[in-house]
């Protein structure tokens, strides 16, 4: 069995209960100064191009967080970090993963990065069909405004595996709206049928 957990399960406590019960883990580090000085002492090239990002590298030194049972693997993926889209010469983004688990250690930390993908979905969610802010103080409303967002937010996921192409499956809610939904169109009444017509530049897109 392997373990893969966030920030918040970064704690010796837990890690000796893992390594009580033989269980592999991968746990997000906290950015402590002490990690910190210990990544930026690391010379440049220990760092490897990570393979399934550009721009991104990649590292793993040995460390034992203060009163830990002993030094584990710390992997260290770094990317370059950006205000705006101005690249800040000689500051980077750290993801760091504290492990006992073997293996290229750029496969392992990308395999606990993909953990995180669900947390993408409930912020669309959020933000995309305003679940973040409940419209009354009755439970009972409140409830029945989640289980409508629920519902817009599965049909429009269904929209995008039914009917438009892969290449638009992961595009979120607001530009579903703007090049989909809010799209100027017509009813026309013809022949005894009745035909919705829409812009002619979205049907092309499909």
């Excluded at 000689?90 to 688990?101: H, K």
């Excluded at 817009?152 to 530009?175: G, I, S, T």
């Amino acid at each position: 069995m392997r373990l893969r957990m966030d920030a918040g399960f970064y704690s010796r406590e837990i890690v000796e209960a893992l390594l009580a019960r033989r269980l592999e883990f991968s746990i997000s580090a906290r950015l402590t100064s002490a990690l910190r000085h210990a990544i930026e002492c690391v010379p440049g090239h220990r760092w490897s191009p990570y393979p399934w990002e550009n721009g991104a590298e990649w590292m793993e030194i040995a460390y034992r967080p203060m009163g830990w049972p002993r030094a584990f693997r710390m992997i260290v993926k770094r990317t370059p970090y950006y205000e705006g889209a101005q690249r800040v010469i000689g500051e980077f983004f750290y993801a760091s993963v504290i492990t006992n688990r073997r293996g290229a250690g750029s496969s392992i930390i990308r395999h606990h990065l993909a953990r995180g993908g669900a947390e993408n979905y409930i912020e669309e969610f959020k933000n995309g069909l305003g679940a973040r802010t409940l419209p009354s103080r009755r439970f009972n409303a409140n409830s029945a405004w989640l289980v409508i967002a629920q519902l817009a937010y599965n049909l429009a996921q269904w929209f995008k595996l039914l009917v438009l192409p892969v290449r638009e499956h992961h595009h979120q809610l607001k530009r579903l709206r703007l090049h989909w939904f809010c799209v100027a169109g017509r009813l026309i009444h013809s022949a005894r049928r009745l035909t919705f017509a829409l812009a002619q530049q979205r049907i092309a897109a499909l």
